[in-house]
């Protein structure tokens, strides 16, 4: 039975992700920082797994990535349900920063720091974690944006987290052929991150995490290359 990590999975696409690794009988390890909302989120998993049939496992660590200590326990958690490996570590996990998003000008640099740590210096820290128990042919998924390639007015901040993120992915694919390594845009979605990067706006015309999820699951259990992707153009492109 395939075991995967699942940062920040109590809502949005982590959440959409582990149902539907669950769904087809993986394992699962799931964090959120919120203990609550993922209390919630896990029942809701143990319900998904009663309704297919599945055998698979949930685990739920509440913390913050930013913690070695959160990460070592996330990482042995997977480890002990594997049996001392690990299929895949799905750095999902992220902080926007304030809201609204102000001019790098008026950025508060100790919020950037956050930022940083959050969306640049966990995600390698967990994979630094998992790499001893990381199954050949094991997949690291670092989520991302089209910040970080794009230069959007006010998403300074965030942006350039995230693309330093891609570069560190990037780098990863190299240092390691034996797996499969890569960055992933899910484009634009209806999620509380999103609402909060336009707060007071309708995002109502954004489609729901789920959209993302089929080409997700195509990286996890197909053959792709490492390389940058957009989610729901999986099928249509190749690796960049």
């Known amino acids: 039975m395939p075991v995967a990590i699942v940062t920040g999975g109590s809502r949005g696409l982590g959440s959409a992700l582990a149902t539907a690794l669950v769904q087809r009988g993986w394992s699962v390890v799931v964090d959120a920082r919120d203990a609550g909302a993922l209390e919630a989120a896990t029942a809701e998993l143990a319900g998904v ?14 913390g913050d990535v930013t913690d070695p200590d959160h990460r070592r326990a996330l990482v042995l958690a997977a480890a002990e349900l594997g049996g001392g490996t690990i299929d895949v570590v799905v750095n999902n996990a992220s902080l926007l920063g304030p809201s609204p998003q102000p001019a790098l000008a008026a950025y508060p640099l100790e919020v950037l720091r956050r930022v940083y740590e ?23 998924v670092n989520v991302t944006s ?39 845009d899910p484009g634009d979605l209806r999620t509380q ?48």
């Open 118 to 140: 959050v969306n640049v210096v966990a995600p390698l820290a967990l994979v630094q974690e998992a790499l001893p128990h990381l199954r050949p042919g094991g997949r690291v």
């Open 49 to 62: 797994r009663e309704e297919a049939g599945t055998s698979a496992a949930i685990r739920a660590i509440a």
């Open 193 to 240: 991150m999103h609402q909060e990067a336009f707060p007071g706006e309708d995002i109502s015309d954004r489609p729901l995490p789920e959209v993302a999820v089929p080409g997700l699951l195509r990286l996890l259990e197909g053959e792709l290359p490492s390389g940058r992707y957009q989610a729901q153009r999986i099928g249509e492109e190749v690796a960049v």
């Open 146 to 184: 089209d910040a970080a390639v794009e230069a959007y007015e006010g998403w300074g901040g965030y942006g350039s987290s995230k693309a330093a993120l891609e570069q560190l992915t990037n780098v990863l694919a190299v240092e390691h052929p034996e797996l499969r390594v890569y960055r992933v």
